[in-house]
């Protein structure tokens, strides 16, 4: 196995930004775990870099640990105590969507 290679370098700019940072914590409310991120514009502009970078991916990098990224202090831009946090792109698992093209899962509390 070698070094860990870069993920996403078309990103870079968008992921690294300087000051970028997230605060990653889990959440007890009541009988529920919640995990709250919380970020400025540039915090979650840079997540959604990842998240939209991971979602392009082709079929064949799906297959590779190209297909996730770590969000931790000692990785990329976590504030020091959040919780580790890995972002992963599959496609095995998930629900169809409707007809229409909408997810039958998504929620707004």
């Not at 991120?37 to 502009?45: S, T």
């Amino acid at each position: 196995m070698g070094l860990p290679q870069e993920r996403l370098p078309d990103r870079k700019d968008e992921i690294l930004g300087q000051g970028a940072r997230l605060r990653i914590t889990l959440k007890d409310r009541s009988d529920a775990r919640e995990v709250e991120i919380v970020g400025n514009r540039k915090d979650l502009l840079a997540l959604a870099a990842i998240c939209s970078g991971l979602a392009e991916l082709t079929t064949e990098q799906l297959l590779t640990p190209e297909n996730h990224y770590h969000l931790d202090e000692y990785f990329w831009g976590a504030e020091k105590g959040s919780i580790p946090l890995i972002v992963l792109c599959s496609e095995k698992g998930w629900p169809e969507s409707d007809p229409g093209g909408v997810s039958t899962q998504g929620f707004v509390r």
